[in-house]
């Protein structure tokens, strides 16, 4: 009865070690590009500060991998999370949208980080610095605001 129990952990074991081997491709492009967010809309530094400290890891081409994130099957969990948030928005990437697009997408700030929906709480679990003060969110909802009216006289 032992033979069978042992055997199931030298599996078991051997599989975690193999899976090691097949990492997924890592988010490492350019932040800082004409097109990103900050950029294009001259967001205050203070602003500027913290959409990337609580968005960009996930809604940007550049994440800041956590020690954790080299460990299958974590890897694989995160980069699903990370393509998934770059697929809802891309701040690297909000110069190219349309103008329609763009006023979307302040709104849409302004409601997530209201609401406390973003950052995502497993997210703040690990990146405690990530959280939102209430004087930000009001700060970055009256930017969002503002930038998008800009964006409408256009």
């Known amino acids: 009865m032992r033979k069978p129990n042992k055997m199931v952990g030298i599996l078991l074991i051997g599989g975690i070690i193999l899976i090691q081997f ?8 350019t932040v800082e590009t004409e097109n990103a967010l900050v950029t294009v809309t001259r967001a205050p530094d203070n602003l500027a500060a913290i959409l990337k400290n609580s968005c960009y890891d996930c809604h940007s081409n550049r994440t800041v991998y956590p ?7 974590l890897s694989w969990f995160l980069e699903k999370h990370i393509q998934e948030g770059k697929e ?3 701040m690297s990437e909000f110069g190219t949208l349309e103008k329609n697009q763009k006023i979307g997408v302040l709104a849409d700030i302004c409601d997530v980080i209201e609401s ?9 679990i690990i990146h405690k610095s990530a959280l939102v003060q209430e004087n930000d969110k009001e700060a970055i909802c009256s930017w969002s605001e503002s930038e998008a009216l800009k964006i409408m006289r256009e």
Not at 116 to 124: E, F, T
């Open 116 to 124: 406390g929906s973003m950052p995502l709480q497993s997210y703040l």
């Open 22 to 29: 097949f990492q997924p491709e890592r988010n490492l492009g």
């Open 88 to 90: 809802a928005l891309n």
């Open 67 to 73: 020690w954790y994130s080299y460990i299958s099957p």
